[in-house]
């Protein structure tokens, strides 16, 4: 199938990287195939981010969120203390959308 892909692209001036390309097993764990793109190896990953998202390998679907909640809590703890005491809800409302939420 990827040489499929590849000669694809051959024929529509489209060229496919190797190096940004990764392989991900959901369902079960990564075989042991090496596969190649445009006569290049690809990698087997146990996660891979999209979207922002970690999506993780494994029997089942899972996602890690970690690192979303992580900047997300940064971001909050660094509004905060800019608001005061008397913070007035719609204007952290506002920062909070605006600068925390993708």
Known sequence: MLDI???YGHTWDI???PTKSQLLTMGGKNPPVNLTLAHKPLAWYSSVKYFGLHLISGKNFKI???SAKLKYYGCINSILPVT???QNEIICLNLVSTYCLP
């Open 5 to 7: 892909c590849t000669e």
């Open 15 to 17: 060229t496919f990287n």
């Open 64 to 66: 890690d969120v970690t």
């Open 84 to 86: 005061g005491k008397r």
